[in-house]
Structure formats: structure tokens, C-alpha cells
């Protein structure tokens, strides 16, 4: 869903961004909201809440996309795996986003 916001920036200008706000955002806030209500209410009220999220949930893609790749080159999940053995392939690289998806959670979403 395409959010148009009103957004702050670092200077404290105000300026209109469309930007679709992934899982990793709403995770973020989700979070801040059932364990971090101080901070959260911290964030919503000095205007820098939707700044933060859609930040982590920019973090968040970038670092699932470099674990991904750093992990299919360490278990030689590649196009000739793909070529000789599909479902093989299928399979690793299904597990390798799984193992991705849950470190950045576990490391960038479910801390501070």
C-alpha cells in the first residue's frame, strides 16, 4: 500500500515522499509499539517515527539482499546447482532466505 506522508527530514523541512512501506518497517513499528512504548511515543511525537522505519525498513531489504548473497556463494547455491538439480536449488535458496529473513529480524528489527 503506497503511503503518502508528510515527512521530516534531517533538517526539520517538511516534504512529501510516496513510499511503500515493506514488512521490515512494520515489523519495526510493531515492535516499538509492544515493547518500546516510551521510545515509540519518543519517535511519534518528535515527528521522526515514519523517518525511522522507513530507514530500518531500507536497512533491513539492503542487508537480507547482501546475507543472501554472501550465503548462496558460501553453499554454492549458483547457476550450475540451478542448471543440474532445480529443486535442489529451489530448496537451498528457499532456506538461505529463511535463515536471511530471520537474522535481519533478529539483529536489525527486534533490537534496541
Excluded: C, W
Excluded at 512504548?37 to 511525537?45: E, I, N, R, V
Aim: charged share 40%; glycine share 4%; aromatic share 6%.
Amino acid at each position: 500500500m503506497a503511503i503518502s506522508e508528510k515527512i521530516q527530514n534531517t533538517e526539520n523541512q517538511v516534504e512529501d515522499e510516496d513510499y511503500i512501506m515493506g514488512k521490515y518497517g512494520r515489523e519495526r513499528e510493531r515492535h516499538l509499539r509492544e515493547n518500546r512504548p516510551k521510545l515509540y511515543a519518543s519517535l511519534k511525537s518528535s515527528g521522526e517515527l515514519t523517518n525511522h522505519l522507513i530507514e530500518i525498513d531500507k536497512e533491513a531489504k539492503e542487508m537480507k539482499l547482501t546475507l543472501i548473497d554472501q550465503m548462496k556463494k558460501k553453499e554454492g547455491v549458483n547457476s550450475e546447482l540451478q542448471k543440474t538439480d532445480f529443486f535442489e536449488y529451489l530448496r537451498r535458496l528457499q532456506t538461505i532466505e529463511y535463515e536471511a529473513d530471520n537474522t535481519v529480524m533478529r539483529e536489525l528489527i527486534l533490537t534496541m
